[in-house]
């Protein structure tokens, strides 16, 4: 959406580190989400985390948010081929259930 | 399986026709939600339940739309006399009150 950004591309290869970045506007966002959507399939559910944090991490998976800069990204350790996929960032209010997506990141990873 | 459950996976039809869509959300799960995503895009929110209680429809949602949760459990989306502009994958998601949502594999509806 209109509110949350993300850069569209990403090429990286097999074994290196891939980071995806995302911007968001809306300063009362309570909760900020990294969804992995596949080929014809839906959106998994990789890592959030609360605003009130800077950073989380999930074996592979490492998120920063920089709550001033409204900044988020998400850093992949050890890239794979089954990393390839679209990637999307989405921030959710506490008044406000539902989630508010940027456009997705292709990451694609090459041998 | 229990995670979210849409059917069909796939949907083409006539324009003019109406379709329904299902969704069977994770158990114990008293949100569901429904998003419609076109092509390069990401999800963008439709409609809301919370129980049986539908409690926001987006503007994108429009008279030719309708959803429904009549027990609280599983949900169906309707459209009515559908437009080229409907073609997109109809995505549904449930959550645990204030948890995060998860997403079954959708229902890609081709309009001819």
């Known amino acids: 959406g209109e509110d949350v950004e993300q850069s569209l591309f990403l090429s990286v290869r097999e074994g290196d580190s891939s980071v995806i970045n995302c911007t968001y506007t809306?300063?009362?966002?309570?909760?900020l989400y990294w969804y992995k959507q596949e080929p014809g399939a839906g959106l998994q559910l990789l890592t959030y985390i609360f605003s009130n944090m800077d950073m989380k991490q999930d074996q592979r998976l490492t998120v920063l948010l920089n709550k001033k800069d409204k900044h988020l990204s998400l850093r992949i350790a050890d890239t794979q081929t089954g990393d390839s996929a679209i990637y999307f960032c989405?921030?959710?209010?506490?008044?406000?259930?539902?989630?508010?997506f940027g456009a997705g990141t292709t990451v694609t990873v090459r041998a | 399986d229990t995670g979210v459950s849409q059917n069909p996976r796939h949907k083409i039809t006539k324009r003019g026709q109406n379709v329904t869509f299902r969704c069977d959300p994770i158990s114990e799960h008293n949100r569901l939600y429904w998003y419609r995503q076109t092509l390069g895009q990401g999800p963008e929110f439709l409609t809301y339940f919370q129980n049986e209680a539908q409690l926001e429809k987006s503007r994108l949602l429009s008279d030719r739309f309708s959803a429904e949760r009549p027990k609280g459990s599983f949900s169906t989306l309707e459209i009515q006399r559908t437009e080229q502009g409907d073609s997109a994958m109809y995505l549904c998601a449930s959550s645990l009150s204030e948890q995060p949502q998860h997403f079954g594999d959708g229902t890609r509806l081709s309009i001819l």
């Open positions: 809306d300063s009362s966002s309570t909760y």
């Open positions: 989405a921030e959710s209010t506490q008044d406000d259930y539902k989630l508010s």
